[in-house]
């Protein structure tokens, strides 16, 4: 099969595109997965230019998010069958082979039956920010209805999902942006207060939209 192949760290030129072996046969728990699609993120750009968490096991496929067809299943698979579209988030970081290839190995644990109404391409974009905003709202944010949540950066990829996953809590959501496009979008994805925190001192407007309360609970996707 082909797939895009890390040969060493630096810059986008050493990702080389290289005929390889297929993966083994899936075992147990295990699915084939023939890629349509796979996801670009933050992490993955961060690993090729500085290097995986394996070192010793280059060169490396990178890519964490993706999505496709199952094409065989393992012996204990009891959740999917051959032919099911999916999407998900696995490997990538240097052990496990990434989803920058055209067929890959998953976990069934991993796995969740790709949604109708998205493609391949869009449900390829969705893995990784969504696990990042639901831990940080749900699990560790602990957010409740009826909450006022702060999320900076709200028209960005984890931001803009951190909105939607906010609302469908029954939360109240307080956004920072700094276009008027951008206040336009967050709108429409549910932010009850819209902060241009390029005009407006942000913690002033969070306090003047919660009648002096602050919020329940600050998401920063931003900074350090």
């Known amino acids: 099969m082909k ?3 890390m040969t060493a760290p ?5 990702l080389q595109v290289r005929e390889i072996a297929n993966p083994l046969p899936p075992q147990n728990t295990e699915l084939l997965v023939r890629l349509k699609a796979a996801g670009i993120n ?13 070192p010793d096991k280059m060169p490396a496929i990178l890519g964490c998010d993706g999505a496709g067809i199952v094409e065989a299943v393992g012996s204990g698979v009891k959740r999917f069958n051959v ?27 991993f796995l969740a039956a790709k949604p109708k109404s998205v493609s391949f391409v869009e449900a390829a974009a969705a893995p990784l920010v969504l696990i990042t905003a639901w831990e940080a709202l749900y699990e560790r ?11 900076h950066a709200g028209a960005g990829g984890v931001g ?15 956004t920072t942006i700094s276009t008027p496009e951008k206040a336009d979008f967050v709108k429409q994805l549910g932010a009850d207060f819209v902060i241009n925190y390029k005009e ?16 329940d609970l600050a998401f920063v996707t931003v900074g350090g």
């Open 83 to 109: 032919g099911d579209e999916v999407y998900f988030c696995n490997g990538g970081i240097g052990s496990h082979q990434g989803n920058y290839a055209e067929s890959t190995t998953v976990d069934e644990r």
């Open 141 to 151: 944010g602990r957010l409740s209805p009826g909450e006022k949540v702060l999320i």
């Open 10 to 14: 630096g810059s986008p030129e050493v």
């Open 42 to 54: 933050p992490i993955d750009t961060k690993l090729r230019k500085r290097g995986t968490f394996y």
């Open 200 to 215: 407006t001192d942000f913690a002033k407007a969070v306090f003047d939209c919660t009648n002096g309360e602050g919020v």
């Open 3 to 5: 797939a895009v192949l």
């Open 160 to 174: 803009h999902v951190a909105i939607q996953l906010a609302k469908l809590k029954g939360a109240d959501v307080c």
